[in-house]
Each structure stands twice: as structure tokens, then as C-alpha cells.
């Protein structure tokens, strides 16, 4: 979403085969966009006519941002696993392995939530 030609808004739409997923949202910085996500995503609809489209939440959006576009909670992960070594972020321990670091931090986020918006009127 442009104003004055300078992108303020953009959502970022991953395909994989036929199924549509979000991977990000974002705005530019001291910039509130009253229904921004939602003008985004309805142009994303009338131009793809998605069947569904799956967004995976971890620790960025408040939940309500989704029940407003019509998305469904479909489930909630476990903890994911990070490690923390040096200003280095790991999420395989098998790096770690290999480069043979020692004294590392273990850290958890909260898990996801997975979120899926369906499309009921297209057939």
C-alpha cells in the first residue's frame, strides 16, 4: 500500500502448490494505517480467489487482527527451541555441534498459533 508514492503497508503471501500462506505483515515505522491489513488482504482475495489461506502467528499480531479478516484458530503449537550463543541465533542444535561452542543459552518462545481464513463462496 503506497501513500504519496512511499510504501507504508505490505503483506507478504507465500504459494505453495495451490495453497496460500501469510508469512509477513508489516507497516512502515510511525505509520498507523486504519484497516490497513484488511484492504490488503480483500485486494489479495478479489485478485487470487484463494480457497483458503493459513497464517502461522508466533509472538507478532494480537489475536483479534485475525478474527477480523475471518480467519479460524485451527491450533496452537508447542514451544519452539532457540539457541543463543555470541548475538547468534540457532534453531538447529546440530550447528551448534559443528562448530563446537560451548556455554550456550536455551531459549523458548511461546509456541504458534495457526490461524486459516476459507473462502466458502468460491467453488
Known amino acids: 500500500?503506497?501513500?504519496e508514492d512511499i510504501l507504508i503497508s505490505i503483506i507478504g503471501i507465500q504459494k505453495h502448490k495451490n495453497k496460500y500462506n501469510i508469512i509477513s505483515i508489516c507497516n512502515k515505522n510511525n505509520y498507523n494505517i486504519i484497516d490497513g491489513y484488511m484492504k490488503l488482504f480483500d485486494y489479495f482475495i478479489?485478485?487470487?480467489k484463494p480457497d483458503n489461506v493459513k497464517?502461522?502467528?508466533n509472538r507478532s499480531y494480537p489475536n483479534f487482527l485475525f478474527s477480523n479478516f475471518g480467519f479460524k484458530l485451527l491450533s496452537k503449537t508447542e514451544p519452539n527451541c532457540f539457541?543463543?550463543?555470541n548475538n547468534?541465533?540457532?534453531i538447529e542444535k546440530?550447528?551448534?555441534l559443528q562448530k563446537n561452542i560451548k556455554h550456550i543459552n536455551k531459549i523458548y518462545d511461546s509456541g504458534n498459533l495457526i490461524f486459516e481464513w476459507c473462502n466458502y463462496s468460491v467453488k
Request: proline residues 0%; without cysteine.
Open 1 to 3: 500500500m503506497y501513500y
Open 46 to 48: 478479489l485478485k487470487h
Open 55 to 57: 497464517y502461522i502467528m
Open 83 to 85: 539457541y543463543h550463543h
Open 88 to 90: 547468534e541465533i540457532f
Open 94 to 96: 546440530e550447528k551448534i
